[in-house]
C-alpha cells in the first residue's frame, strides 16, 4: 500500500493566545497530527494576505490563521482587522477555485489547548482526501 | 526552391512532418497566439497576426540556464541545462516576424554566441505566410526596410493563391521540409508566378500607415538625445511593458537565482525577458537609476530601435509589425512618433 | 557578510529526546546556509548548558543563536541573558519551540523530528534577519494621578503617598469618601462605615504628597507610561475653602431646595450645601444647576450672608495641568438605573427602596437619624421584604453578570432592621446565597438563626401597592408554594453597575471596557489590577462589583504597581517596534487608523512610530500597503524567510 | 447629452485665467478612433478636446503622475490640473482624497456624465461590426451610439457594444466634480455583480479550470498595475530591487526585497501577483475596468477586484469612493463583521 499522504499546513498563530494554546496543548500532552508548522505572530492582525499566499506557493497543503477570541486580542483590536482581512483573501482563493478547505481562519485562546488540537485533528482529516495543494504551488 | 500547394493537401503535408513538434496560430478566446498543435486540422492560416510574436518560441520569456544546490559533502553543485534537442516548424510566421528573427539573430548568434538561443533557432524552421492584406491596421514594414512578402528569416514562404498556396523554400531546411511531402508539390507555372508579383505588389498598395524617409530618423536621433520632445511624447506613457514585451525584435533579458529550497539548498538559475520601460531594468544596487523616469525610457526604446541598433547592425530593430501601437492602452504610436522625429526641430 | 549562527538543541532530559532524535536536528541543522555551529546537549537551561552556548559564541564567534527548546515564554529570557553575556546583543538570540508544540504532542519519532527541524530552521531563519535592538529607555515623572475618590482612590492615593510619591487625587464631586461614606454598618463585623473611613478621608486632606482636587474632572490624558500629560477641569464651587468657617449661615437663607444626592432622595438640601457634615474638602459648593443665579440681582442671599466674604460668584472653571508617572483608576459604581427596575415598582411606590437608601435610613446621620422609618408616611415597618437580585444575573432582561455584594449586604440590611424593629420579620428573595469570604457565611447563619431573617429561594412574580402596603407576590421554589407579602417596605438589591462616566473616561484613557461596561483589566488572571495600557491600573469596583476588603486589597495592588513604575528613573520597553521607511510611505494613514495605542501619527505627510507607545503587535504592517512600515525583528522578510524554511526541503 | 462645445468653453476659460496648470482630456489620436489621453496646456489646444464613448481611459492615473513628478520639482507650480472625470473615475479621485495621496485642492474636476450609456468595449464593437474599420463612434439619444465607419454611419444599441463595467456601474455620474457636464440620470443597475456570480456559479473545480487557462496566459507586462490610479506605489511588491535605498543602505539591505514573487512567468507567480494585485486592491478599486481592456493578452482581471468588491459589500457594507472620510475597509471593522467562516 502507498504510504498515506500527510499534508503539511502551516499556522500563524498570535504569541497571546493561539500559540499559547498550543503550549497548553503541549503541557497537557494532548496528542495531536505533526503535519502542522507553527510560525509564531504578534498578532493575527500582523498576518498580510502575502504570508498565505507565500505558503501556499511555497508548498503548503494547508494554511490555518489563529488568534484570539473577538475581545480578547492582546493589542485590543488586531484580530478584528484580521477577521476581516482573512475574510478576504479566503473569498479571492475560493474564487479561483482553490478548495476552501485548505485555508482556515480560528480563534483559540490561550485556555483552549484542546480546542486547538481539534483543529489540527479536523484539519488534517480534511486535507487527506483532498491529496497535495498543487494549484499554487511553484513548479519549477 | 519554387511549388505550388494545393490547399487540400495541405493537412496531409503537416502529417508527413510528424517528426517534429508543430507550432501554429491558433485562436484562443478571441485572441490568437502560436501554440503546439496535435492535428494538422488545427492549422489557421487565415489569421491577422498573433498577439505574441513567434519569438516566444525561439526566445522563450522563461528559461532555466542552470541548477544549483548543496550536495551531501556541503559543496555546491551546478548543472547547465541545455534546451531540449528536437525539431520544431513554425507555421503561418508573418515577414515582420521572420525578419525580427534575423535582427535577433545578429545579437545572439553573432560575435557572442548565445547557446540557448542559437540552439533553437537551428533546430526550427520558420514558416510563413505572406500578407495579401495587412494584419493590423497598423502595419508599416515597409517603411522599415521591410515588405509584406519579404523572406529575411523564412525557411520557406508561403502566398495564398486562394485555393492553393505558393510555396518557395529558402533554405536547405525548407528544401527538406517540402521533400517530406514529395508528391504533394508541383511546380508552378509562368502565370502563377506573374500572379505573385501581382498579389505581392497589391499588398504593399495595401498598407495604410507609413513612416516616409525613415532613413532620415537615426541621424536626427543622434542629436535628440537632451530633447525636451521625450518628455512631451511620454506624457501618458503608463511605464507597462507591453510595447517591448509584445516587440518582435526586443531581446533584453535579465539573469536571476530561484532558491526552491533552503534545505537540502537548490534552485535554478533563470533567464528572463526584460523591459527597457520597467523601472526597476537599469536601477543600480546604489540606487542610483539612470534612466529614472518613462521619458529617458522612451527615449531608450526609440533610440535603440532607430539609432543604437542601426549602429551597431545597420539595420533598424524594428519590423513594422504595429503591435506596440495596437496594443498601447494609451495610443502611444511609434509611427507618429518617428515622423515627428524627422520632423523634429 | 556571513552570518554565524549557533544553533543549541535540547534533550529537555527525556521531554524532547524522548520523541525527538536530537541528534539528527542537531546534524541536519549544522547543514543550514548560515549555521556555523550546531550542537546538543541534556539540559540547556542548566549552568552547564548555558556555560556552553557562552563558551561557543565566544570560541567560534557566533553572531546569532537559536536554541530549540521548550517555550520561549519559559527561557527566552535566560538564553538572551546568556547570549549578552558572552557578548552578542540579546536580541540575536531566537528560541524554537520544538517542546510544547512538538516533542510533547506527538508520538511518532520521526515526524516530530522532521518538524522539530522544520521549526528549528525557521528560528534560524528568523534570527539572521534580526537586528541587534537596545530596550528603549523613558525617564518616568515620578508622581501618579488617581482618579475616584472613594474607598479604592483613598486607599491607592495614600500607599502611594506613604511610600513618599506625590499624588493628585482627583473626585468629580464636591467631598471624596465614595459610596462608602454613606453606608452606615459594614459586614460582617457591623463596624460603622463612616468611623473607620472618615480618619482615612482626614489623612488625604492633611497629607503633604496627596493634592486633593475634588470637584474636578479629567478632561484629557496623553502620553504613555512613566509620562502622562493630564488636563484637569476643576469645577467652581464658588466658596472659597479658606475663608469659609462652616457657619452654615449660607444654608439657612438660599430659597432652593433640591433633593439630596447624598441621601439618595430621601431628603433634601439647599442650592449651597455641604454633601455631608464629615466632608472632605470641608467646605460648601454651590451647586450651579440649582441656584437662582450667580448673578447678585437675581438671588445673591448667599453671599449677603457670609461674613468672611467666602462666597466669590466670580470663580471660573480651571484646567489644571499634571504631568504623572502611572494612572489609578478607581471611579467605582452606580446603581443599576431605577427605570430598568420599574418591574418591583421601583421608582413608583415610595416604600421600595434601594439597598444604598436603605443604608441611608439606617445611618444614624441619615434623614431619619437612625430610625427606620418607611418614606410614605415614616411608620415603622412591621414587614420588610428584601429582593436581591434585583437586576443582576439576569441575562435576558438586565445584567448578566452577579453583582458579589448583594447577598452580603441584604443579609446585614435585614440583621439591621431586625436590630432597629426588634418584633418586625424580615423576608429575603434569594437565588441562591453566595457568602464567600472571611466570616460571611457564619454572618448569613447569623441572620437566619438569631434574628429570624425568613430566606425564600425564589423570584418576585410582581409587586403593587394596596391599601398603605406593597403587596409582594412571589414563589418559594423549595416548597413550590406561592407566596404573598402584604409588607410594609420592599428593599432591592440592586445590581452594581460601572459608574456614569467610566466610559467616557476609558475613551480617553484608551483602555478597554469588558461587556458589562466595567474596566477591562489586562489578564483576568495574572493581570488583575492592570488595564490593557501600560502605566494605567484599576481600583475598586470600576473594575468589577466587589466588596470593600476586596477593593481596599485591590487599591493597594494598583498603587503597589504603580509605585513599582515611580521607584524607577527610567523605564524599558521592548524593542520590538515599528519603523517607518520613509521612502515607501505615502503618508495614507491606514496605520494611524489601526493601531491600537496610537502610536502612529502622520508628521509632514508621513508615518511616524512613537517607539514608547507601540507594542510591536504589527497590525500596520499587515494593512500598510507600501510595505512601508514594519515590526524590527519580525519583518514580512522574516516571515517570509521563516515559511520557506518551514516548508522548504 | 454632454454639449462637447461647452466643455471646450470651459476649458479654454479656465486655461485663459491660470486656474488651472493644464488639462488632462481626451484628444483624437494619429489613426484609429480611439481617442488619447491628452495634456493641454494652450488655451488654443482645447478644440482639441474630444468626449465620446471611445473616451476609456481613467485620466486620474495622470494625478498621480503628476504628484510623483511635483515631488521632484524644486520649485513646483502647485496650482490644480483640470482633469476630465467620467462617473467612475471621480470615484477614483475620492480614493486618492481619501488615502491623502492628493487634496481637493490639487484638481479641478471637469465632470463628464455618461448619462444612459458608457464606454465602448473595443471588442465588442469589433464583434459587432464584423471588421469594419471604425473612423468615429458618438452618443446619440435614445442609450444608442452612432457609428461612422468607412462605409458609413449607422445606430447601435449601446448595451451591445457597452464595457461590462459600464453595465455594472453604480456611478453613471461623477460624485465630484467642480463643473459638470451632461445629465444626472438616474440608472438601474439590477445585477451589480452579475459577472462575479457567472464565475461563482461554477463548481469549483470548473473555476480553477477557468483561471488556470486564464492566469497562465499572462506574461507580466504589468500594464494592469500600470494603468491602475490606485497603483502608485514607489515600490512594487513585484520589483526586483528595492527603490527605497538611501547612501547607508547595505548592500545586504538591498539583497533582501522579499522575493514574494518570482521573476518566473509561472502559473504559481502569475496566480500570487493577481491575487495580491486584488488584495491590494480591496476597497479601492472604483472598477474602471482599465487593467482589463489594457491586458494585452485579454485575461479577465476585473472579475478579481470585481468579487473583492462584492465581498466588501455583502460582508461589510462597504462601498468604494463614494465617500473620502470614511476610513478604508482594511483599516476598519465593525463588531459585527462575519465571522462564521471561522472556528
Known sequence: ?140 | MEKILQKKSFPKWVEKLDAYEIYSPVKKDNTWSYEIINTPGDIELDYPNAVQAPKKIINPQREVVLEFGRSDDDSLEVTEVLPEEKSVVIFGVRPCDAKALTLTDLVFSGDIKDNYYGKRRKQTAIIGLACNTPPSPNCFCTSVDGSPHSEDGFDILLTDLGDRYFVKSLTNKGNNLINLGKGLFVAPKANEKKEIAKIHADAEKKLKRQVNDAEKIPPKLKEMFESPFWDEESMSCLRCGICTYLCPTCHCFDISDEVTSVAPFKGYRIRTWDNCQFPDFTMHSSGHNPRPDKASRLRQRIMHKYQYFVECYDHYQCTGCGRCVSKCPVGIDIIEVLNKVRDYG | MKKKTGVFVCHCGINIAGTVDVKKVTKDLAKHPGVEHSEDYIYMCSDPGQNLIIDSIKEKGLDKVVVACCSPTLHEMTFRNAAKSAGINEFQCEIANIREQCSWVHKDMDKATDKATRITRSAVERVQGNESLEPISIPVTRRALVIGGGIAGIQAALDMANTGYEVVLVERSPSIGGHMIQLSETFPTLDCSQCILTPKMVEVSKHPKIKLLTYSEVQDVSGYVGNFKVKILKKPTYVDPEKCTLCDECVRVCPVVTSNEFDLGLTGRRAIYIPFPQAIPATYTLDIKNCPGLLPIACGKCADVCDPEAIDYDMKPEIIEEDVGAIVIATGFDLYEKENLSEYGYGKYPDVLDGLQFERLCSASGPTQGKILRPSDHKEPKEVVFIQCAGSRDPELHCAYCSKICCMYTAKHAMLYKHHVHDGQAYIFYIDIRSGGKGYEEFVQRAVEEDGVIYLRGKVAKIFEEKGKVKVWGVDTLSGKDIEIDADMVVLATAMRPSDGAEDLAKKLKIALDKDGFLAEAHPKLKPVESVTAGIFLAGAAQAPKDIPEVVAQASGAAAKAIAILSQERLFHSPNVAKVNLNLCTGCGMCVDVCPYEAVSLKDGKAEVNEVLCEGCGTCQATCLRAAIEVKNLTPAQVHEMITASLGG | MVKLEDLKKEATQILKSGKVKYIIGYAKGAAGFMPIPAFISDPEDAENLTWNPACVHNLTKFIVDEKKRLKKEKKPDNRPIGIIVKGCDSRAINVLLQEKYIDRDDVYLLGVSCEKTGVVDEKKLAKTLKGQRVVQIDFEDNGNFLVTTESGSEKIPAEDVLAERCIECKANFPVVFDIVFGEKIKRQVDKPFQSVETIEALSQKDRWKFWKEQLDKCIRCYACRSVCPMCYCDECVVDTISFAVEPDTSAEEKAQKIKWIEKSPNLSENIVYHLTRAMHLAGRCIDCGECERVCPLDIPIRFLNKKMEKDAKNFFDYEVGFDPDQPSLVSSFKDEDPEDFIR
Open chain 1, 1 to 140: 500500500m502507498a504510504e498515506e499522504f500527510e499534508p503539511r499546513i502551516v499556522a500563524f498563530l498570535c504569541k497571546w493566545c493561539s500559540s499559547a494554546g498550543s503550549d497548553l496543548a503541549g503541557v497537557s500532552r494532548m496528542e495531536y497530527p505533526p503535519n502542522v508548522i507553527p510560525i509564531q505572530v504578534m498578532c493575527s492582525g500582523s498576518v498580510s494576505p502575502l504570508y498565505i499566499l507565500s505558503a501556499f506557493k511555497k508548498g503548503a497543503d494547508g494554511v490555518l490563521v489563529s488568534g484570539c477570541h473577538p475581545g480578547d486580542c492582546h493589542y485590543i483590536k488586531g484580530n478584528f482587522y484580521a477577521r476581516r482581512r482573512i475574510a478576504l483573501v479566503k473569498g479571492q482563493l475560493e474564487f479561483i477555485g482553490l478548495e476552501p478547505e485548505r485555508f482556515q481562519m480560528s480563534w483559540v485562546s490561550a485556555a483552549e489547548g484542546k480546542k486547538y488540537t481539534e483543529i489540527i485533528k479536523d484539519f488534517v482529516n480534511t486535507l487527506k482526501p483532498l491529496g497535495p495543494q498543487t494549484k499554487l504551488r511553484r513548479n519549477p
